[in-house]
């Protein structure tokens, strides 16, 4: 039994969960509702997760060419990545070390120098610095300890992922076979291009998105376009460490996808990565969507929801199916996990839900849920 007391609801404030909470998925509960509104728990949380963790922040197409640079905030820290004119990915915290202005914003094509706009401090795209108003008349001013600060980034599985801890291991590590996986989900990973992205800054915590991801329990009664284009009742869930994958046999739906009748055995793939990033490969395999968490602050989660192509225009039928989850799925989501952000602090909420995992680890079991708040359970130890 991972049910908790009501008195440790009231008082936690630093996340610490026993290291087998929801070991036991068929007498699970959730975390306490503490932990998805404290800024104490979510403070830790930066600590204790996104400091060492392989976070997805685009795809490769946003920096496949020369001088090509994107920003992104990830938990209160900017990022810039750039290529290099030598081809090279390179990330680094957008921050000049003068006097910490940053230096660039959104996306677009850098210049072959980086200036900063305060003090015009100018840096090369692999981070070293160029020139310096005045530095020649300033006394032991040291060039070589003035460059940008970088982080590691890293392509895998033709997306780009940083991790702020200089020391840590690859993609990889954290994540065994995705990338295998998700390629053969999606063959064409690696020439998609991006044809929308829908930006959010979402009022609930970031656990609380993953949660609603992370199970079809909700899809019947809270995505009926969705649940009418895939076979729910063959639908499945599997685990694998710090990912997993819902895999549904699809069907022509004129609520959501219209499915080519070349494409043969159509289904979805649904992944979720540690600790936040939802890769989707929906019917005929040859465009993805994926949801980018950012996370602000315990109650707000900065999200990107992008759409990949493989062409550079969307034809009329893929513009119909953007709209499609711009305007219907898209905000069915954000409306639930808004609402559970809200009801998670009223007195009525008995402070832990419980998590509705059945034998047969069906469609619509919740076993993914005690999965990832088993994972969460072994970040909160000392």
Known sequence: MTYLPIEFHKKAESPKLPADFCANPDLAWTIPASFYTSEAVYKAEEKKIFEDA???????SELAEANAYVT??????????????DKVLRAFYNVCPHRGHQLLEGSGKAKNVITCPYHAWAFKLDGALAHAN??????????????????????????????LNPHADPVEAQLPGLEASLRRACPVIDDLKLAARFVSETPANWKSIVDNYLECYHCGPAH?????SVKIDQYTHTLHGNWTVQFGHAQSSERSFKLDP??????????WAWPCTMFNVPPGSDFMTVIYEFPVSAEVTLQHYDIYFLNDEPTEEQQKLIEWYRTVFRPED???VESVQKGLKSRGYRGQGRIMVDKERSGISEHGIAHFHNLLAQQYQD
Do not use: M
């Not at 392989?54 to 490769?60: F, L, N, S």
């Not at 900017?78 to 290099?84: A, C, F, K």
């Not at 009926?224 to 009418?228: M, Q, R």
């Open 224 to 228: 009926p376009g969705f649940s009418d």
């Open 72 to 85: 992104r905030e990830v938990v209160g820290e900017s990022i810039l990545l750039v290529r290099g004119k």
């Open 334 to 336: 954000l409306r639930l």
């Open 134 to 163: 005045n530095c020649d008349h300033v006394e032991s001013f040291d060039k070589e300890n003035s460059t940008l600060v970088p982080v590691r980034v890293e392509e895998y599985a033709g997306f780009v992922f940083i991790n």
């Open 54 to 60: 392989w976070i997805c922040v685009a795809h490769r």
């Open 262 to 271: 070349s494409v043969k055995d159509p289904s979805f793939s649904g992944y």
